[in-house]
Nanobody, 119 residues
Framework: QVQLVESGGGLVQAGGSLRLSCAAS????????MGWYRQAPGKQRELVAG???????NYADSVKGRFTISRDNAKNTVYLQMNDLKPEDTAVYYC?????????????WGQGTQVTVSS
């Protein structure tokens, strides 16, 4: 089993910055990729940014140039640096990991962290 623990959410004014962290632990053999998703009230969960083995990244168009995803493989941790935040970035942000454990390969989710951007 894999546990993901997120931190770093909070309340910030428009134009401000936040850094989210997500640490993975458990019976992990290999993490193939990690990513951040978000879900605003009344909307579907959407991919914000992802990073796979080799450091290849992808971003939602709405956050390109403002958000940066990075990963510390030694710590099984992924980060999301969010700059120039906008009110429309307000959502619960979820960490996701595609990981292989001793028993299976699967997708795992964190509990979510709230990001609120005030105008």
């Amino acid at each position: 089993q894999v546990q993901l623990v997120e931190s770093g959410g909070g309340l910030v004014q428009a134009g401000g910055s936040l850094r989210l962290s997500c640490a993975a632990s458990g019976s992990i053999i290999l993490i193939h990729g990690m990513g951040w998703y978000r879900q605003a009230p009344g909307k579907q969960r959407e991919l914000v940014a992802g990073i796979i083995s080799g450091g290849i990244t992808n971003y939602a168009d709405s956050v390109k140039g403002r958000f940066t995803i990075s990963r510390d493989n030694a710590k099984n941790t992924v980060y999301l640096q969010m700059n120039d935040l906008k009110p429309e970035d307000t959502a619960v942000y979820y960490c996701n990991a595609d990981a292989t454990t001793f028993t299976m390969r699967g997708g795992y989710w964190g509990q979510g962290t709230q990001v609120t951007v005030s105008s």
